[in-house]
């Protein structure tokens, strides 16, 4: 089984902090992404990596950058983080095109 | 522009009936669709894709219907059970991307 995980369930940061969330990947997958979920907005890409230091934007990449030094890892990083960024963040893994994404379990963010 | 539609925010339904959830799409290069389920504080889970080569595919209780020149994809789901209950995000990919364009998903109510 693909077992996508996430370094924290649950994370409250103050508003102007450096937040790192993480994502671990253990089936080998080219591809990675990052995605925010709010309600009735539904699933919208940050970014996502096709390949080990390569990165493209998705739809709402602004406030975010991603690091993926390794194939298996692939890092959400928010600069300055604002309470607009509170939401729950997923991360997903897909070996290909025409594959399902694998998705972690969520990391649900607080920024007071 | 929103590409994927889902127009139903919730859906209601009683145990042992049939669910019907529905999605259109905008962008006719997409080709591959996947329908997630996902429970509260969970990340999204795969349930079922079609290609466009194709019109039906099943998978036990579940059947995903593909109307190309309608633009337009269903989820049937028989019979439903109360565990059934979660929202239901329609996806869509196509022109040679890796990235999955989501509905804004559909909450599916099972009542025993």
């Known amino acids: 089984d693909v077992k996508v995980t996430q370094s924290s369930r649950y994370l409250v940061k103050r508003t102007g902090e450096k937040v790192f969330l993480e994502c671990v990947q253990d089936?080998?997958?080219?591809?990675m992404f990052w995605y925010r979920q709010d309600p009735g907005l539904g699933l919208r890409l940050i970014y996502f990596s096709y390949d080990v230091k390569m990165k493209e934007k998705g739809d709402i990449p602004e406030g975010y950058s991603v690091s993926r030094e390794k194939k298996e890892r692939f890092s959400l990083i928010l600069e300055s983080a604002s309470t607009n960024q509170t939401s729950m963040y997923l991360c997903?893994?897909?070996?290909?095109?025409?594959?399902?994404?694998?998705f972690g379990p969520g990391t649900r963010l607080t920024v007071t | 522009d929103q590409q994927v539609k889902q127009n139903s925010p919730s859906l209601s339904v009683q145990e042992g009936r049939i669910s019907i959830l529905n999605c259109d799409y905008t962008?006719?290069?997409?080709?591959?669709f996947l329908w997630y389920k996902k429970y509260p504080a969970e990340g999204p889970t795969f349930l079922i894709s079609i290609s466009s080569i194709k019109d039906k595919n099943e998978d036990g209780r579940f059947t995903v219907f593909l109307n190309k020149s309608a633009k337009h994809l269903s989820l049937h789901i028989v019979p439903s059970q109360p565990g059934d209950s979660a929202v239901y995000f329609c996806a869509a990919s196509g022109g040679g991307s890796e990235k999955l364009v989501f509905g804004k998903g559909t909450k599916l109510t099972v009542n025993p």
């Open positions: 089936m080998d997958h080219e591809n």
């Open positions: 962008n006719s290069m997409f080709d591959y």
């Open positions: 997903a893994s897909s070996p290909s095109l025409y594959y399902e994404q694998y």
